[in-house]
């Protein structure tokens, strides 16, 4: 009588786990995720949930209708910006220049716009064409020369910043039109409550499709693929969410023209990002430029056009910047714009490694910044202070960043 050697037991999949054990499955896969580092959008989400209890706690007045609304349109023009930054921070690179850009390109729309009586809409693109013409210029340095991003956009920051000076002129200050386009981009708001409801009943919509599709793909595919009830569950929690938010806008003057802008910019990017051969070769490079390379990817061309879009969503966030304050100064894109849309970029959890982030990270960060900000305004806290706390959450968010990154070479997942 033959006897056979059994077969060694193969290991199951641990992302299976979820499918074969059901919710017990969910929180062993949870657990496995978070010792190998793969934390996501964890620490931003809980970080935002802490900082809103503690200035509800301390002011009442800081989860008011009124401050909330406020607050969702003042993210707009930096997290516009981050969203550039998002794309270079992928490539491991950085973009010290996305700041004087946003300042040079709400200067080149004003005068255009207000001395050259061009229409709002032609001054506006012509400004964006500018900023992606200053990231192409860029782009070309860093990635055909070789010199370093650094470098290239530290001298960018400068030539830009004197460039948004001449375009201004002596006055330095050119005022906008309060009821004309660019200021409407702003102040404009949705009164009717269907507005807000209706976005989120389609955001809401929209993800359980894309859920339902893709889990039927992959389920096709014979690939690992989520639960039902899992689906059901974060369709669920991203109503709640989304209905929330519309709730609270409708409480004071409805959904903000500013906020579904940059939401739909949010998504879009995300799903280029993710969901495109083009956004693939970004993580690619990113992750490991040598094997992009071997793998046919023209990394050069990678390397310009994401300087490229860098410029791009700068001049954007110019454009709302001026909006704001229906003026476009000597100021706009100065100060501390540079620094907080680069600290929304990580702090949102895009990694300073690069090949790992999205454009999610831009809008986390920059509610956990503005939040810190309004919330300290209500105390009557300084400036310095709020720029010592910032700092730190930033810190925080590199340590974590940096921790996660060894728990994945640890566990063999980089």
Same mark, same amino acid.
């Given at each position: 009588?033959?006897?056979?050697?059994?077969?060694?037991?193969?290991?199951?999949?641990?992302?299976?786990?979820?499918?074969?054990?059901?919710?017990?499955?969910?929180?062993?896969?949870?657990?496995?995720?978070?010792?190998?580092?793969?934390?996501?959008?964890?620490?931003?989400?809980?970080?935002?949930?802490?900082?809103?209890?503690?200035?509800?706690?301390?002011?009442?007045?800081?989860?008011?209708?009124?401050?909330?609304?406020?607050?969702?349109?003042?993210?707009?023009?930096?997290?516009?910006?981050?969203?550039?930054?998002?794309?270079?921070?992928?490539?491991?690179?950085?973009?010290?220049?996305? $700041?004087?850009?946003?300042? *040079?390109? @709400? &200067?080149? #729309? +004003? /005068?255009?716009? !207000?001395? %050259?009586?061009?229409?709002?809409? =032609?001054?506006?693109?012509?400004?964006?064409?500018?900023?992606?013409?200053?990231?192409?210029?860029?782009?070309?340095?860093?990635?055909?020369?070789?010199?370093?991003?650094?470098?290239?956009?530290?001298?960018?920051?400068?030539?830009?910043?004197?460039?948004?000076?001449?375009?201004?002129?002596?006055?330095?200050?050119?005022?906008?039109?309060?009821?004309?386009?660019?200021?409407?981009?702003?102040?404009?708001?949705?009164?009717?409550?269907?507005?807000?409801? $209706?976005?989120?009943?389609? *955001?809401? @919509? &929209?993800? #359980? +499709? /894309?859920?339902? !599709?893709? %889990?039927?793909?992959?389920?096709? =595919?014979?690939?690992?693929?989520?639960?039902?009830?899992?689906?059901?569950?974060?369709?669920?929690?991203?109503?709640?969410?989304?209905?929330?938010?519309?709730?609270?806008?409708?409480?004071?003057?409805?959904?903000?023209?500013?906020?579904?802008?940059?939401?739909?910019?949010?998504?879009?990017?995300?799903?280029?990002?993710?969901?495109?051969?083009?956004?693939?070769?970004?993580?690619?490079?990113?992750?490991?430029?040598?094997?992009?390379?071997?793998?046919?990817?023209?990394?050069?061309?990678?390397?310009?056009?994401?300087?490229?879009?860098?410029?791009?969503?700068?001049?954007?966030?110019?454009?709302?910047?001026?909006?704001?304050?229906?003026?476009?100064?000597?100021?706009?894109?100065?100060?501390?714009?540079?620094?907080?849309?680069?600290?929304?970029?990580?702090?949102?959890?895009?990694?300073?490694?690069?090949?790992?982030?999205?454009?999610?990270?831009?809008?986390?960060?920059?509610?956990?910044?503005?939040?810190?900000?309004?919330?300290?305004?209500?105390?009557?806290?300084?400036?310095?202070?709020?720029?010592?706390?910032?700092?730190?959450?930033?810190?925080?968010?590199?340590?974590?960043?940096?921790?996660?990154?060894?728990?994945?070479?640890?566990?063999?997942?980089?």
């Amino acid at each position: 009588m033959s006897s056979q050697t059994p077969l060694p037991e193969t290991p199951l999949d641990p992302r299976l786990l979820v499918r074969e054990e059901g919710f017990a499955g969910y929180l062993q896969e949870f657990k496995r995720r978070v010792k190998g580092g793969e934390l996501g959008s964890l620490p931003v989400v809980v970080g935002l949930i802490v900082i809103w209890l503690i200035f509800q706690i301390l002011n009442p007045q800081f989860l008011s209708a009124q401050n909330l609304s406020n607050l969702s349109v003042d993210i707009v023009p930096t997290g516009l910006i981050s969203v550039g930054i998002v794309f270079v921070l992928l490539l491991g690179e950085i973009d010290l220049s996305a $700041g004087a850009v946003s300042g *040079a390109c @709400a &200067a080149v #729309l +004003a /005068v255009l716009n !207000v001395n %050259n009586g061009w229409n709002p809409v =032609a001054a506006m693109v012509a400004a964006v064409v500018v900023g992606a013409a200053m990231g192409l210029l860029q782009g070309f340095f860093f990635a055909k020369i070789g010199v370093p991003s650094f470098v290239v956009t530290l001298a960018g920051l400068l030539a830009w910043t004197g460039f948004q000076l001449y375009v201004l002129g002596p006055n330095g200050t050119i005022n906008l039109d309060n009821d004309g386009l660019v200021s409407r981009l702003t102040s404009t708001y949705f009164a009717y409550v269907i507005a807000a409801y $209706g976005l989120a009943a389609v *955001a809401t @919509a &929209a993800f #359980l +499709a /894309v859920s339902l !599709v893709g %889990n039927n793909r992959r389920r096709a =595919a014979g690939v690992p693929s989520r639960t039902l009830g899992d689906i059901v569950f974060r369709t669920v929690v991203l109503a709640v969410v989304a209905f929330g938010a519309a709730y609270i806008l409708n409480l004071y003057k409805g959904l903000p023209l500013a906020l579904l802008i940059f939401l739909i910019v949010v998504v879009v990017t995300d799903f280029v990002q993710r969901r495109t051969k083009y956004g693939r070769t970004i993580f690619a490079v990113g992750g490991n430029i040598e094997a992009a390379r071997r793998a046919g990817i023209s990394v050069a061309f990678v390397r310009i056009t994401v300087f490229v879009i860098s410029g791009a969503f700068a001049a954007v966030g110019g454009i709302f910047a001026a909006s704001r304050i229906s003026s476009a100064s000597q100021a706009t894109g100065q100060s501390n714009v540079l620094l907080m849309a680069i600290a929304a970029a990580v702090i949102g959890g895009t990694s300073l490694f690069g090949g790992r982030g999205s454009t999610y990270s831009a809008l986390l960060g920059m509610l956990v910044i503005q939040s810190i900000a309004s919330g300290m305004a209500l105390q009557g806290v300084s400036n310095a202070i709020q720029f010592i706390v910032t700092g730190a959450v930033l810190l925080a968010a590199v340590v974590i960043d940096s921790v996660s990154r060894r728990s994945q070479v640890a566990s063999g997942r980089v």
